[in-house]
């Protein structure tokens, strides 16, 4: 991960937008819950990367055993004054063993978009932690490939109150990494400009690198859903068995 990202994961800015979509996690946690009903799943996750907690404070609050790991300082302050009830431990998803050692959990969950910001390499070296750390199922949410090289805009721009946010989008063919670069406005004026790439993954890429890791694949879904993933979805959500 470059200095660039890691500034951007630690800034206030994005600490606010996240804030602003807390609500998200709850959704999520509800979805897991009924994955782990239907799977007959225990109760102890790992939330990895867990940024401020999202997730981990509403599956904590459906009376889940919750652990969160994120390798930033600024996001676990705001989860642990957020969510007493869950264990936060600061790490790097890459050397995940260095933080909870030998430990399983029932269900390993990796969401929001979390992959691709380091190497390839170190990708996979990333699922092979999550197959490791689980003892049932790993949960993997990311962006599709194939729904944003047809969809994303070159230039685009949203409202994060109060800020006008512009991410201009430049996507390498040959490398599948999606260059990023986003720039605040506040009152017409630039606030904070941050540079990041994100190699972007198609569906059959993660599922080919789980099966050499010796996992199971047992559904791909769109999202937080229970609607059959579709190579048009923007996200895919794959769970899988170890």
């Not at 225990?42 to 994120?70: A, F, K, Q, T």
């Not at 390798?71 to 642990?80: D, H, T």
């Not at 047992?218 to 794959?238: C, E, R």
């Amino acid at each position: 991960m470059s200095e660039s990202v890691e500034k951007f994961f630690e800034s206030d800015l994005y600490v606010s937008e996240m804030l602003k979509v807390w609500e998200e996690g709850k959704e999520w946690a509800e979805w897991l819950d009924s994955l782990a009903k239907k799977t007959s799943s225990g109760r102890d996750v790992l939330d990895v990367p867990c940024g401020i907690g999202r997730i981990s404070h509403s599956l904590s609050e459906l009376g889940y055993n919750v652990v969160g790991v994120d390798i930033s300082e600024r996001l676990l302050e705001v989860a642990k004054a957020r969510s007493p009830k869950v264990t936060f431990l600061k790490g790097d998803m890459r050397r995940l063993k260095d933080v909870i050692g030998d430990r399983k959990f029932d269900l390993v969950i990796n969401i929001f978009n979390s992959l691709g910001y380091y190497s390839e390499e170190e990708d996979i070296e990333i699922l092979k932690n999550l197959r490791d750390s689980s003892r049932k199922l790993v949960v993997i949410n990311i962006d599709n490939r194939d729904f944003v090289i047809y969809n994303l805009p070159s230039v685009r721009h949203i409202y994060i109150p109060p800020y006008l946010v512009v991410d201009a989008n430049e996507f390498d063919v040959s490398t599948s990494r999606l260059r990023v670069i986003r720039t605040y406005y506040l009152n017409g004026k630039e606030v904070d400009r941050f540079e990041f790439s994100q190699r972007l993954y198609s569906l059959h890429e993660i599922v080919r690198e789980l099966k050499r890791l010796g996992l199971t694949v047992l559904n791909v879904y769109s999202g937080h859903s229970w609607k059959q993933f579709d190579v048009m979805d923007p996200q895919m959500t794959i769970v899988a068995k170890v």
